[in-house]
């Protein structure tokens, strides 16, 4: 089911119209201002994206201060709509140099009545892809110019890159270096009891490329996950009679780029694709079973009378020796009557945070395989009124560990096919950071 959009609005905060394109004649010109009667003056913009008024419906979002409403008089798909306007929103990023806001409709609004006309056509989204527009609107926008200087020479293959198979990646590219740089990207999620037993784990992660290649390469990713190696396993196993071992990883709710071949990855297990010229993210994951966590962390907190308390925190790093955590940050929770802290630690510095209530313990390089501790004497204000039970926040963490995954994904093997077979330079990089990293005290 399309989006059939009857038409596109974009308002301000006011809910004055900057720009508005009819698609179809469905719709009255009073919808703006029923927009505004209806849902902005009713102070309901942040209960559902998605109101229906009268025989329309009305899908909006707001981007910095800038609200995009899409009108549809029939029965629409709105998971189509809105992925719309996020991929409009990034196209005309990309012309205004990164910048979305009241300011940048208003420099360019010609350029935007001319998307308009390119990236929907009676209602139905085309082409938003800013590799293939920019191939042929080569207009600059007031913030950023992207484009080059025009030239007479006809764009080679125009029409074949809007209407081809290959839409992302556009021909006649030639590079002196051919390199393929491949990051994988991983948040872990923790969340502790005080009693050391994990009540939520998982992993999100996400492949990021970056690729300089001439010509139109074939590429062939291969990952440690089960998927992947089920059928090697079945052959390995049978030369070596079961002694397969291995590791292997499950990855959920896997979504790919739309430049691999799924037709491929079903039959051969494999992430093949034609990759886009530049940066572009590959693939994204998760994964909640079989977590490595790197960091251990183990608090003992002790209130001594009414205006003291000892703070005991050790933290171990658990991933390899010859690895390093950098920037690691420890948030120890402290009561809001805190009035004095004496603070030791065998790491880092640490020092007593009053706006956040806590005693921020900040590590500048933390090696694998070790361990360091906090020892705080924490003094509270005496009160007269009777004290009221703290109720402990979990410690929180930040890190950043490179060349190790919590997830344990691995590169098996990264290959370049091209049919004038140049060499090519892989480069592969890993990191883990902290996403919601909490431990119960």
Same mark, same amino acid.
């Given at each position: 089911?399309?989006?059939?959009?009857?038409?596109?609005?974009?308002?301000?905060?006011?809910?004055?119209?900057?720009?508005?394109?009819?698609?179809?004649?469905?719709?009255?010109?009073?919808?703006?201002?029923?927009?505004?009667?209806?849902?902005?003056?009713?102070?309901?913009?942040?209960?559902?994206?998605?109101?229906?008024?009268?025989?329309?419906?009305?899908?909006?979002?707001?981007?910095?201060?800038?609200?995009?409403?899409?009108?549809?008089?029939?029965?629409?798909?709105?998971?189509?709509?809105?992925?719309?306007?996020?991929?409009?929103?990034?196209?005309?990023?990309?012309?205004?140099?990164?910048?979305?806001? =009241?300011?940048?409709?208003?420099?360019?609004?010609?350029?935007?009545?001319?998307?308009?006309?390119?990236?929907?056509?009676?209602?139905?989204?085309?082409?938003?892809?800013? =590799?293939?527009?920019?191939?042929?609107?080569?207009?600059?926008?007031?913030?950023?110019?992207?484009?080059?200087?025009?030239?007479?020479?006809?764009?080679?293959?125009?029409?074949?890159?809007?209407?081809?198979?290959?839409?992302?990646?556009? =021909?006649?590219?030639?590079?002196?270096?051919?390199?393929?740089?491949?990051?994988?990207?991983?948040?872990?999620?923790?969340?502790?009891?005080?009693?050391?037993?994990?009540?939520?784990?998982?992993?999100?992660?996400?492949?990021?490329?970056?690729?300089?290649?001439?010509?139109?390469?074939?590429?062939?990713?291969?990952?440690?996950?089960?998927?992947?190696?089920?059928? =090697?396993?079945?052959? !390995?196993?049978?030369?070596?009679?079961?002694?397969?071992?291995?590791?292997?990883?499950?990855?959920?709710?896997?979504?790919?780029?739309?430049?691999?071949?799924?037709?491929?990855?079903?039959?051969?297990?494999?992430?093949?694709?034609?990759?886009?010229?530049?940066?572009?993210?590959?693939?994204?994951?998760?994964?909640?079973?079989?977590?490595?966590?790197?960091?251990?962390?183990?608090?003992?907190?002790?209130?001594?009378?009414?205006?003291?308390?000892?703070?005991?925190?050790?933290? !171990?790093?658990?991933?390899?020796?010859?690895?390093?955590?950098?920037?690691?940050?420890?948030?120890?929770?402290?009561?809001?009557?805190?009035?004095?802290?004496?603070?030791?630690?065998?790491?880092?510095?640490?020092?007593?945070?009053?706006?956040?209530?806590?005693?921020?313990? !900040?590590?500048?390089?933390?090696?694998?395989?070790?361990?360091?501790?906090?020892?705080?004497?924490?003094?509270?204000?005496?009160?007269?009124?009777?004290?009221?039970?703290?109720?402990?926040?979990?410690?929180?963490?930040?890190?950043?560990?490179?060349?190790?995954?919590?997830?344990?994904?691995?590169?098996?093997?990264?290959?370049?096919?091209?049919?004038?077979?140049?060499?090519?330079?892989?480069?592969?990089?890993?990191?883990?950071?902290?996403?919601?990293?909490?431990?119960?005290?």
């Amino acid at each position: 089911m399309p989006v059939s959009a009857s038409a596109i609005y974009f308002l301000n905060l006011r809910g004055d119209v900057l720009i508005n394109r009819l698609y179809r004649d469905d719709v009255g010109g009073n919808m703006v201002d029923a927009f505004r009667l209806h849902i902005m003056q009713t102070k309901e913009l942040g209960t559902c994206p998605v109101r229906q008024i009268g025989g329309c419906s009305f899908f909006y979002m707001r981007i910095s201060n800038v609200y995009i409403v899409i009108v549809v008089s029939s029965n629409a798909n709105v998971a189509c709509a809105f992925k719309f306007v996020v991929e409009a929103v990034n196209l005309f990023k990309s012309y205004f140099g990164g910048a979305f806001d =009241e300011d940048a409709i208003r420099n360019n609004f010609v350029l935007i009545y001319e998307f308009l006309d390119e990236i929907m056509d009676f209602g139905y989204p085309q082409n938003l892809s800013p =590799e293939i527009l920019k191939l042929y609107i080569t207009q600059e926008g007031v913030r950023s110019p992207f484009s080059s200087k025009p030239t007479d020479k006809p764009v080679p293959n125009a029409t074949l890159q809007v209407t081809g198979a290959v839409g992302w990646r556009r =021909e006649g590219l030639v590079y002196k270096k051919n390199e393929v740089f491949l990051d994988i990207v991983e948040s872990v999620n923790l969340l502790m009891s005080s009693k050391g037993s994990v009540l939520r784990c998982d992993v999100t992660g996400k492949v990021l490329m970056k690729c300089f290649l001439s010509g139109m390469p074939d590429l062939k990713l291969g990952l440690n996950d089960k998927i992947g190696l089920e059928k =090697e396993a079945e052959i !390995k196993s049978r030369l070596l009679r079961g002694n397969f071992c291995g590791k292997t990883i499950e990855l959920d709710d896997v979504t790919f780029h739309q430049c691999v071949n799924l037709t491929r990855f079903n039959s051969e297990k494999t992430v093949s694709f034609v990759p886009p010229d530049g940066e572009f993210e590959l693939m994204k994951y998760r994964i909640t079973e079989g977590v490595n966590l790197p960091f251990r962390v183990l608090p003992t907190i002790k209130e001594l009378g009414r205006t003291r308390m000892e703070v005991n925190v050790k933290v !171990k790093s658990v991933f390899g020796a010859k690895m390093f955590a950098l920037g690691v940050v420890v948030k120890v929770p402290v009561p809001k009557q805190t009035a004095k802290t004496s603070v030791q630690v065998t790491s880092g510095r640490a020092k007593y945070n009053a706006s956040m209530d806590c005693l921020m313990w !900040k590590i500048r390089k933390f090696p694998g395989q070790t361990e360091a501790t906090l020892s705080a004497e924490v003094e509270l204000i005496s009160t007269i009124a009777e004290k009221k039970s703290w109720t402990r926040p979990p410690i929180q963490m930040e890190f950043q560990v490179p060349m190790f995954t919590a997830s344990g994904l691995r590169v098996r093997f990264l290959k370049v096919w091209e049919k004038s077979g140049y060499n090519t330079v892989e480069w592969v990089r890993y990191i883990t950071k902290a996403g919601s990293y909490e431990i119960r005290c």
